[in-house]
T-cell receptor, first 114, second 117 residues
Framework: EPEVTQTPSHQVTQMGQEVILRCVPI?????FYWYRQILGQKVEFLVS????????KSEIFDDQFSVERPDGSNFTLKIRSTKLEDSAMYFC????????????FGPGTRLTVL | AQKITQTQPGMFVQEKEAVTLDCTYD???????LFWYKQPSSGEMIFLIY??????QNATEGRYSLNFQKARKSANLVISASQLGDSAMYFC??????????????FGQGTELSVKP
């Protein structure tokens, strides 16, 4: 069964450093998303992406964040200058469209900013 | 603004019994989709079940069913015959717009379910 994959599973970085979180969505899906979950809290929407451009972004997704689909399979989230409060689990998701348009999530990348 | 509320932070259920996890939502959009996800301790988010606002019947997927009461704006998840592997965090989520493809999900705070042997 096709699944969303994410790398790395855990990333530790120093405050102020740039990180790139990588995702491979399900191959025939058209819509891509990033969410984050701070430890013990609910899942929060960051950004959605369709047809090589951002469809919607939340207020969390400020100028330090960017997304890219550099080729036909990868979808990346870049955080330019990490802050302590960026420590969270980051989930990539994808969906194929249709009435339900169910989003399937990857296993997540746990980002720890020291 | 859309909102999802899960009022049960934690619940216990005996193995093989049924359990209901509560979810209420608020939206002014007449068309929307409701989803339940399971998050085991390993951290991944697993899709369980979907209910569209125009669906006439409650959704079912194996041991999972969704008790959809539109007038009350509730979408409770019912797990029948609980198993030890059902112990996890459960999140209710909503997407506004029936054909809002690519639309964001808004999540509730989650309910942690513990199944006792």
């Amino acid at each position: 069964e096709p699944e969303v994959t994410q790398t790395p599973s855990h990333q530790v970085t120093q405050m102020g450093q740039e990180v790139i979180l990588r995702c491979v969505p399900i191959s025939n899906h058209l819509y891509f998303y990033w969410y984050r979950q701070i430890l013990g809290q609910k899942v929060e929407f960051l950004v959605s992406f369709y047809n090589n451009e951002i469809s919607e972004k939340s207020e969390i997704f400020d100028d330090q964040f960017s997304v890219e689909r550099p080729d036909g399979s990868n979808f990346t989230l870049k955080i330019r200058s990490t802050k302590l409060e960026d420590s969270a689990m980051y989930f990539c998701a994808s969906s194929s469209g249709g009435a339900a348009d169910t989003q399937y999530f990857g296993p997540g990348t746990r980002l720890t900013v020291l | 603004a859309q909102k999802i509320t899960q009022t049960q932070p934690g619940m216990f259920v005996q193995e093989k019994e049924a359990v209901t996890l509560d979810c209420t939502y608020d939206t002014s959009d007449p068309s929307y989709g409701l989803f339940w996800y399971k998050q085991p301790s390993s951290g991944e988010m697993i899709f369980l079940i979907y209910q569209g606002s125009y669906d006439q019947q409650n959704a079912t997927e194996g041991r999972y069913s969704l008790n959809f009461q539109k007038a009350r704006k509730s979408a409770n998840l019912v797990i029948s015959a609980s198993q030890l592997g059902d112990s996890a965090m459960y999140f209710c989520a909503m997407r506004e717009g029936f054909y809002n493809q690519g639309g964001k999900l808004i999540f509730g705070q989650g309910t942690e379910l513990s199944v006792k042997p």
